[in-house]
């Protein structure tokens, strides 16, 4: 849940020789709402905190028309921090990269004077960008550079809602189009395919069995890494024997009021009743200390073979459970010290939708992926060639 503050109370001034008036304090400014323990002071009072609550408990910012970019930048950063509060972290690490491209090249220009040109202009040094290891390769993709776009557009928008730039604004930024892949110089993104068969087997050689269950449990599912690391043991209710669920209050589309419960069938529980089994009542499924910790007792104190003995600053701490970056990195380890092509574990979607939609059919593998709708599901369900080329066998 996202954080709450007390609210400023309304304070007594008193005068000699007149009535007291009423004021609040916001940022450490007074502003005064008039006579107090009258009708208008109320309303003035619920008017100032109105408006501070809805600029983010920010100072009043200038007029439209002295606002600059950056300063309207920091409204709208101020804002996010309150709406993407129960997202994860990275959800803002991208709006805060997204702005900053914009503010390195007109932050110091008042908000008022942005057109579609400057969106157009920052969207091509993000096509021209070029990394260090490889300068010919453009760096950012179709996907990527459009999604930052949306993010300045979605702050621009946030401006006028607050009055800190006229509408016309909004009207130009919204003007500049989506790129299209294959239409301009930025690459198309590369489309994710289910993990090979033999390089899941041969990455789960290496893992521990905390992962490895992992692994197995997703492939049987179908979920979501973000859906399987927190579970705990007192989270699963088992309807039938062959059926056992988990309706989840905090997911991906919480915020739209869907509703995400995951369904584990007989393949998945066979994977769970093993870890059941080591798990205590209120325990989490997939402690991160049996993976962790080893490798922390293993690890040598020093990275680098003559390098001076020194202080160790801080403890490596260990969380109660694996974290979606901590499982792809476990992945990411195996495959980099025994030479198998790098896969991430969200991947496995991709394997479990297109057997989903081999098995049964397209709506099937939209139900148990818990998309809104088939649309989202073909990205992750695969045609599968098999019926196509038995009739190509016979008709062609």
């Given at each position: 849940?996202?954080k709450?503050?007390a609210?400023?109370?309304?304070?007594?001034?008193?005068?000699?020789?007149?009535?007291?008036?009423?004021?609040v304090?916001?940022?450490?400014?007074r502003?005064?709402?008039?006579l107090?323990d009258?009708?208008?002071?109320?309303?003035?009072?619920?008017r100032?905190?109105?408006?501070?609550l809805?600029?983010?408990?920010?100072?009043?910012?200038?007029?439209?028309?002295?606002?600059?970019?950056n300063?309207?930048?920091?409204?709208?950063?101020?804002?996010?921090?309150s709406?993407?509060?129960?997202s994860?972290?990275q959800?803002?690490d991208?709006?805060?990269?997204?702005?900053?491209?914009?503010?390195?090249?007109?932050?110091r220009?008042?908000?008022?004077?942005?057109t579609?040109?400057?969106?157009?202009?920052l969207?091509?040094?993000?096509i021209?960008?070029?990394?260090?290891?490889?300068?010919?390769?453009?760096?950012l993709?179709?996907?990527?550079?459009?999604?930052?776009?949306?993010?300045?557009?979605?702050?621009?928008?946030?401006?006028?809602?607050?009055?800190l730039?006229?509408?016309e604004?909004?009207?130009?930024?919204?003007?500049?189009?989506n790129?299209v892949p294959?239409?301009c110089?930025?690459?198309?993104?590369?489309k994710?395919m289910p993990?090979?068969?033999?390089?899941?087997?041969?990455?789960?050689?290496?893992?521990?069995?905390?992962?490895?269950?992992?692994?197995?449990?997703?492939?049987?599912c179908?979920?979501?890494?973000?859906?399987?690391v927190?579970?705990?043991?007192?989270?699963?209710?088992?309807?039938?024997?062959d059926?056992?669920?988990?309706p989840?209050?905090q997911?991906?589309?919480?915020?739209?009021?869907r509703?995400r419960?995951?369904l584990?069938?007989?393949?998945?529980?066979?994977?769970?009743?093993?870890?059941?089994?080591?798990?205590?009542?209120d325990?989490?499924?997939?402690?991160?200390?049996?993976g962790?910790?080893?490798?922390?007792?293993a690890?040598?104190?020093?990275?680098?073979?003559?390098?001076k003995?020194?202080k160790?600053?801080?403890?490596?701490?260990?969380?109660?459970?694996?974290?979606v970056a901590?499982?792809?990195?476990?992945?990411?380890?195996?495959?980099d010290?025994h030479?198998?092509?790098?896969w991430?574990?969200?991947?496995l979607?991709?394997?479990?939708?297109?057997?989903?939609?081999?098995?049964?059919?397209?709506?099937?593998?939209?139900?148990?992926l818990?998309h809104g709708?088939?649309?989202?599901?073909e990205?992750?369900?695969?045609?599968?060639?098999?019926?196509?080329?038995e009739?190509?066998?016979?008709?062609?």
């Amino acid at each position: 849940m996202p954080k709450t503050h007390a609210l400023p109370r309304m304070c007594m001034q008193k005068r000699t020789g007149a009535d007291a008036l009423a004021y609040v304090k916001l940022n450490g400014v007074r502003r005064y709402c008039g006579l107090w323990d009258t009708n208008e002071a109320q309303q003035a009072y619920e008017r100032l905190i109105g408006e501070w609550l809805q600029r983010g408990r920010a100072p009043e910012l200038p007029p439209a028309h002295l606002c600059t970019v950056n300063e309207a930048v920091e409204a709208y950063l101020v804002y996010c921090e309150s709406y993407y509060a129960t997202s994860p972290k990275q959800t803002l690490d991208t709006v805060i990269l997204a702005l900053r491209n914009l503010c390195g090249l007109y932050g110091r220009m008042p908000i008022s004077e942005l057109t579609g040109l400057h969106i157009k202009a920052l969207r091509e040094t993000l096509i021209n960008r070029r990394g260090k290891g490889d300068p010919d390769r453009p760096t950012l993709n179709v996907t990527t550079i459009n999604r930052r776009i949306e993010i300045i557009k979605r702050m621009v928008k946030y401006a006028v809602s607050i009055d800190l730039c006229p509408a016309e604004v909004l009207v130009k930024v919204n003007a500049v189009e989506n790129l299209v892949p294959g239409r301009c110089a930025a690459p198309s993104p590369r489309k994710v395919m289910p993990v090979p068969v033999e390089d899941i087997e041969a990455t789960k050689e290496h893992l521990n069995r905390t992962v490895c269950a992992l692994v197995d449990l997703q492939l049987a599912c179908g979920a979501r890494p973000g859906e399987l690391v927190n579970l705990r043991r007192c989270d699963i209710l088992q309807v039938s024997d062959d059926l056992w669920e988990v309706p989840l209050e905090q997911h991906k589309m919480a915020h739209r009021g869907r509703r995400r419960v995951l369904l584990f069938g007989p393949a998945s529980i066979a994977v769970l009743k093993p870890v059941l089994l080591r798990t205590k009542q209120d325990g989490y499924l997939f402690p991160a200390s049996d993976g962790m910790l080893p490798r922390i007792e293993a690890a040598h104190g020093h990275r680098r073979p003559n390098q001076k003995p020194n202080k160790k600053k801080s403890d490596r701490v260990v969380g109660p459970c694996y974290t979606v970056a901590t499982y792809r990195r476990a992945i990411h380890r195996v495959c980099d010290e025994h030479d198998i092509l790098k896969w991430s574990p969200n991947r496995l979607r991709h394997n479990y939708g297109t057997e989903v939609r081999r098995r049964a059919n397209l709506e099937a593998a939209r139900l148990l992926l818990g998309h809104g709708e088939q649309k989202t599901s073909e990205i992750y369900a695969e045609q599968d060639l098999t019926a196509a080329r038995e009739l190509a066998r016979k008709l062609s």
